[in-house]
């Protein structure tokens, strides 16, 4: 069965700092595809990056990059330079393309992230 | 583009009662998806359509919620009757197609609270 894990309820950094919020996998499906959300107080879910499993490299997106270390199965979310409105939860999120209807979303538990003056 | 649109944004009831949320994609989209973000928890996918038709509908509570797509347009999630645990937020996504690297867009959600 596919599985999320994000082991860190909630993180503390200063702006402009980097931060890094871990996600480790479970799949025994080849094919697959990772994916970071944000999600604010007002409850939309906000797409950052993706990383589909056959990508040679690491994902990037603006300030947020994704470090994907296949055999370990982990796939963390790396903040550089923190802003005061990245305070927000963060969901991470398995895409199998065999299961179900072939797009399902399999999501962690979620990161509380506070970033402080 | 226009975003993902839910409406209501917030809804109360008592349990037993009925509600109903409903959810307008983006235009194009062909795939659309009901999740279920109880307080605390990732969203759980509910019910997937592609087009007007259910793709994956095995994590729906059928005894209780019952969802359509009509036209593949607009859809609409039903509860009845409600429970206290069905308290959550109801969370609408949609994307043009399924596989590669389709993303999702979602709605901003209904927050239900059965009392």
């Known amino acids: 069965a596919q599985k999320i894990t994000q082991t860190q309820p909630g993180m503390f950094v200063q702006e402009k700092e980097a931060v890094t919020l871990d996600c480790t996998y479970d799949t025994s499906d080849p094919s697959y595809g990772l994916f970071w959300y944000k999600q604010p107080s007002s409850g939309e879910m906000i797409f950052l990056i993706y990383q589909g499993s056959y990508d040679q490299q690491n994902a990037t997106e603006g300030r947020y990059s994704l470090n994907f270390q296949k055999a370990r199965k982990s796939a963390n979310l790396v903040i550089s330079a923190s802003q005061l409105g990245d305070s927000a939860m963060y969901f991470c999120?398995?895409?199998?393309?065999?299961?179900?209807?072939?797009?399902?979303?399999?999501f962690g538990t979620g990161t509380q992230l506070k970033v402080e003056l | 583009e226009a975003g993902v649109a839910q409406s209501p944004r917030y809804k109360i009831i008592e349990k037993r009662q009925s509600v109903a949320f409903w959810c307008n994609p983006i235009?194009?989209?062909?795939?659309l998806y009901w999740y279920q973000q109880i307080l605390g928890q990732g969203p759980k996918l509910l019910i997937q359509?592609?087009?007007?038709?259910?793709?994956?509908d095995s994590q729906l509570p059928k005894d209780r919620f019952s969802a359509e797509r009509l036209k593949g347009v607009d859809s609409t999630l039903k509860i009845q009757p409600a429970k206290l645990e069905d308290s959550a937020v109801y969370l609408c996504a949609s994307s043009l197609g399924i596989g590669g690297n389709y993303g999702y867009t979602f709605g901003s959600g209904t927050r239900l609270t059965v009392v």
């Open positions: 999120a398995m895409r199998h393309p065999h299961t179900g209807g072939g797009n399902k979303l399999t």
């Open positions: 359509f592609q087009n007007n038709g259910v793709v994956d």
């Open positions: 235009s194009g989209h062909a795939t």
